[in-house]
Antibody, heavy 123, light 110 residues
Framework: QVQLQESGPGLVKPSQTLSLTCTVS??????????WSWIRQHPGKGLESIGF???????YYNPSLNSRVTISVDTSKNQFYLKLSSVTAADTAVYYC???????????????WGQGTLVTVSS | QSALTQPASVSGSPGQSITISCTGT?????????VSWYQQHPGKAPKLMIY???NRPSGVSNRFFGSKSGNTASLTISGLQAEDEAEYYC??????????FGTGTKVTVL
């Protein structure tokens, strides 16, 4: 069974960089056929995609966050990462990592999700 | 990338059928058969319910049915049960090569 687990600080100070890790088990990031993604959900709000990465390192970012986001992958550790710089209170949210099924490099759907981790931005 | 439009809430009595719409554009829902639906209970991660417009993953009840016409996709839940009360989100592949979510619909079982 594929499992994803987010980890990282639950509290980040304003203007600092939010850093999260997603550890994948039950599947190999380097096997292809999938993108790996980060999604966030503000308290009481809907889902917002942050970005996607392929095992080769190709990335796609939400334009609204593009200048502050970096997603990277370490296939040797079967992990991928999120860095969001210059955070403000508006970045307080539950952050999810998820696997995305692809076909001919088209992203199709999120099939497995992590449980999510709440990150609060506050001094 | 603009979110797909869903009604904020839909309700129904146990045993009834309800339909949730997901309206996009000719650059997303209308252009690709890569529409998916997710169920999210409070405090839980979303769960894939429908993929590729109308396919159900293993283990998902056949009471959930997906369809699409033009720029609008729909999720129908038949034989509504108390456990179906949750938030539902659609998602679609877009012409910018990514996935976009819908605004979300709160389903209430009366």
């Amino acid at each position: 069974q594929v499992q994803l687990q987010e980890s990282g600080p639950g509290l980040v100070k304003p203007s600092q960089t939010l850093s999260l890790t997603c550890t994948v088990s039950g599947a190999s990031i380097s096997s292809g056929g999938y993108y790996w993604s980060w999604i966030r959900q503000h308290p009481g709000k809907g889902l917002e995609s942050i970005g996607f990465i392929y095992y080769s390192g190709s990335t796609y970012y939400n334009p609204s966050l593009n200048s502050r986001v970096t997603i990277s992958v370490d296939t040797s550790k079967n992990q991928f990462y999120l860095k969001l710089s210059s955070v403000t209170a508006a970045d307080t949210a539950v952050y999810y990592c998820a696997r995305v099924r692809e076909q001919y490099y088209d992203m199709k759907y999120f099939d497995f999700w992590g449980q999510g981790t709440l990150v609060t931005v506050s001094s | 990338q603009s979110a797909l439009t869903q009604p904020a809430s839909v309700s129904g009595s146990p045993g009834q059928s309800i339909t949730i719409s997901c309206t996009g554009t000719s650059s997303d829902v209308g252009a690709y058969n890569y529409v998916s639906w997710y169920q999210q209970h409070p405090g839980k991660a979303p769960k894939l319910m429908i993929y590729d417009v109308s396919n159900r993953p293993s283990g998902v009840s056949n009471r959930f049915f997906g369809s699409k016409s033009g720029n609008t996709a729909s999720l129908t839940i038949s034989g509504l049960q108390a456990e179906d009360e949750a938030e539902y989100y659609c998602s679609s592949h877009t012409s910018t090569s990514t996935l976009v979510f819908g605004t979300g619909t709160k389903v209430t079982v009366l």
